[in-house]
């Protein structure tokens, strides 16, 4: 297993669905930042389930307890380790996943790879739970960039086929971030939520669930952070976006927009203004050879249905060695896309304080 | 700098446009491996400029001298360094680019990064050039692979708007894959050829370039390769692919398809075929919870149309800090996705040989 | 900073002295494997401080709670996570330290490096108390090795000046392993444990301290096990040692002694004895060109007297800028070299784990 | 295989004793540092061989091509490759190593880990030969530090019985440093010179050869450098100097000597001089909680007896599988310890660059 991440800020997530208590150690955070702790459950709640119709009902106490790292809201420059212990789990939901792995899940991959070993309730290391102490990371993370006048904002580019408008990519308003890192739906434009909301009931209501798309920006970040070639802005950006469970996704700037354009019209031209280099477009994300120009980074990335859904499915026993069928009747979400944007923020604000 | 990739199988690359020499250092190879040389050029030499019209006129001798780690075609477990000699440079055409940053290229990013003491020649280290020590990588690393009853195969999946076929994700054809394999213009459907190079021919009329999509496929792969989380395969793979220039996006399985879909058509059903577990589908791309469940890998990437272009472009003049223009003169691919095709074989031999 | 070790078993060591809670997160750890609790307290025990008057009268509760990572004593595959909660600790002993560094301890390194902000409370993050959780884990990689046949056994090679007999390199008796592995004051002539206790006995009547020598031996493990250069036994084991608080020396084999050797003498001569090769003697610590050569591998380290002592020290006040005294009441060892020889023992496995 | 070192300044060395070329490369080195290649050279030819009775007469050409990442004597920013071509070499000499390892050599090691594959020629791999561009890139590293304000220096500290004077560890001179660093046989009491080349001679006459011990320093680094724990000076010096081949000891400030002494003795006491933080004495070697405390960083290192010597030494025939005896005919020092100098203060300065 390998569920760390980082050189310069390390991150190693702990912890299964139904076990004694899931967390995270953060090593290498600068000693003497103040953290607000406020701001970091504001961020917590946003990913916690249980707010609306498109979450789960099962609730969770995700107040993580620090246990070192931090004296007095200070950061003390040792790791800082923070435990969200388990209270409200039914393991008995899951008991006959041991034999029939959920198609979607990492059942069956977790079940050959940990020899049977795996704690498979409730997804075990692999449940979404796990996104709790990434987003707390997360947060830590994004207070520190903050005060070098770094910011990052996620929201909803679209569930099923509603679409929200997306970010300007050559200028973001700061007013938009600010409402968009406390928004628990986050949307540019506010009008998209009914049909959203829409299509995730009526996914719902057919025991159903249904995919989309999160775009996250960063801006004020400054010309020439990232390493050419493998430790590129955008390699590092995927790297940390795919340990985000169901996204399969992920493009820059234009993105695959771009494989249709000529030359002529992707290349972002250079100006000055106000004595600054800039492009008046920003096709490429605010990215050139895998290093930032000054620009506002952009990226989409494309979240998979929930796996899981509560009709009868095709699977196999894997006990028996013979085709079966499965019914999931956990508590899940039908969209999972709304809570995917803090995660996809925080992993963002992990990523780019490595490359700083 | 960091053009290093790899904790299992370490890959340097260095080198610029046009420095002495550019190479790599390979280490962490199985010694007794015998490399078969020949397949190793071949490889190369579909990378290698100068075949169509769809490439630049310019020619490389691009056949490494291999240094160390190999002794008569075996691998002798050290560190194996290959090194391509530069000959044909000509810096004269990149001369004021000093002060002009083309649009599109890294010129203006790593001008700030590096102080200004870049070698800008031909791109220097952000040269396409340097593709070439990363196609003799792959090439090693594939053979090795092939013991392993790996393969993997790319394909040219659309330029402009026109497009191939798309492997059948549950079934790939080994004759397929060998003859893609050798290809320098490779298709599934061949007869796409001529509508992908009319629309490159169009472009390059109007001095200008074109972008497309390439799609890969890994075979073979058993289940249970990947880590969780950061070290999932989509995560380690997009950090290769970014890793080559002009890569925007990547997409596994069905990628941002699935975000329109519901979770009934997006899971994959397991099944037992001839005592195996196999998915009838295939849209998760081989991979479940970060973790290879035994089907093909498949993923597509998204390239830019080629930077340069001879049209005239908006740019600055960094010496002068005014808004100024630029014609780039220099020998340039209009389009650079059947060259890309055997480097995202390349990087994507390197990222499974180090998750093995 | 980075308590971090290991690219195949990562440790991550988090916790200060006066905080929270200490612990540690192992990630990649087999799946599958059985662990004896009882095994892993017992070594805890030998490190855990109270027991007779060479170590601290302070008692600890020293018993970790394993939050992840294990399901009814069998390893998960996901990083496990262990916990030790603090509970007796007394904060006002250490008051003034903030503004007189201890002799001998990180105080003042620590205080420029995190800017004031570090909690200085017993030491912090710097504490022995941190060798709890590195125990605890390396219990648990030695337990892995022992099923692969590999014994790890330290002793106290000297207290002052009174010497241990030391290991016999060619032949490590299995019998003795297994007795210092579960002695408190491990010793392999178990006849001068009453000089050295009456060293340290002496030393704490003078309001002083002691330093020593541990040695180390790892039997059992095969042939090949190393990297050439910079990933050496030597260093990849130097570096885990040396990551022990109060450490200023390792030697392998001979080690020092070496250097006053010829060639004739210091090279050990290999012989087939019952169809495997060996050497006749292992003057090279069962290591060649970094790598084992099937023979005991075995070291040395130098253990520092305890910083902490009773006597009036001349030290800096920091706030006031000027040249202060300081006398340090807490409770301390007068000799910490029996309790390192359990902390040695389990960063070797940990080294030793990652060699593999 | 692993035969690179560091995380900030990557070192990636290739090459093997008699194959096509050994080098290096480096990457994340800073842009825009003008380099001085003659002292580059100064450093390089203090490790080269032939220069007396104490070294092999060997003669190697060992000026580095640079192939990469410098450009008119100042680094680019992209990683540096240097390149040093095999011309003089007479494989013939080690014909029947394949069959009976040296003692004391990698021979047997590396024919076990290598599945006999490896080039055994000459050491391959392990070659001292290998040293040359580690003093290469040592070089390199240095003038980058020196800009800094920090200066490394070793010396001669013993051969066999002949001791030299050790430095002054609270106040190390600037010249002694710049004597000791053109210095081809380093002493800071240069009346030691002769008896040290008598033992030497002495071992020579015998068809012996003889060990020795460095010591090392470097004086003008900041307080603060180095992490807790694994990451300390002390763990990451050591990683560097136990890559250097024959080293088998290393200790910190008074290192083992620090096992016989008390508290009361070992402690530093600190003092304000100048307005500056100081210690009294330096018995810690500069370093207290793996961190540095502004005062030199001194340690010593073990230098074991050339193993090669031309003496009839008992060995295996691994071929026959039975007892078997060798004489070593090639061209050996009698005591690498002179040339090992330069390599020990590359493989500091390798080390100190990585902690910065």
């Known amino acids: 297993m390998s569920s760390t991440y980082g050189d310069k800020i390390k991150i190693s997530i702990f912890g299964e669905s139904h076990g004694n208590g899931i967390g995270v150690v953060i090593d290498g955070l600068p000693a003497g930042e103040k953290i607000d702790m406020d701001k970091v459950f504001v961020q917590m709640s946003r990913r916690a389930p249980g707010k609306d119709k498109t979450a789960t009902p099962r609730k969770e106490s995700d107040l993580p307890k620090v246990l070192s790292g931090m004296l007095d809201d200070t950061l003390t420059g040792a790791p800082l380790c923070a435990v969200i212990e388990n209270t409200n789990t039914k393991s008995g939901d899951y008991s006959n996943l041991l034999s029939c792995p959920r198609p979607g899940h990492s059942d069956y991959t977790a079940f050959v790879k940990y020899n049977a070993s795996n704690d498979i309730r409730g997804g075990g290391h692999f449940s979404g739970r796990l996104t709790a102490p990434i987003v707390f990371a997360g947060a830590i993370c994004r207070q520190i960039l903050e005060k070098n006048g770094i910011k990052i904002a996620a929201h909803i580019n679209s569930i099923g086929t509603v ?43 057919n025991l159903d669930s249904i995919g989309g798309t999160v775009e996250c920006a960063v801006t004020g970040i400054e010309v020439g952070i990232g390493e050419p070639m493998f430790d590129g802005v955008e390699g590092v950006i995927a790297k940390a976006v795919f340990g985000v469970p169901a996204i399969k996704g992920i493009e820059f700037g234009k993105g695959f927009e771009l494989s249709q354009m000529r030359g002529s019209q992707s290349n972002d031209p250079f100006r000055y203004v106000e004595g600054k280099v800039v492009t008046e477009t920003n096709n490429c994300g605010g990215i050139l050879g895998g290093i930032t120009n000054g620009m506002p980074v952009i990226f989409r990335a494309a979240v998979k249905p929930t796996p899981s859904i509560s009709q009868k499915q095709k699977t196999v026993d894997l006990q028996k060695k013979e085709n079966s069928e499965l019914e999931v009747h956990g508590r899940h979400d039908p969209c999972i896309v709304p809570r995917a944007v803090p995660v996809i923020e925080a992993v963002t604000a992990i990523a780019i304080i490595n490359l700083m």
């Open 163 to 205: 679409k929200d408008k997306q970010f300007d990519p050559t200028n973001i308003d700061i007013k938009l971030i600010e409402r968009l890192n406390t928004s628990s739906f986050a949307l540019i434009d506010e009008s998209a939520e009914e049909d959203m909301r829409n299509q995730v009931e009526e996914a719902r209501m």
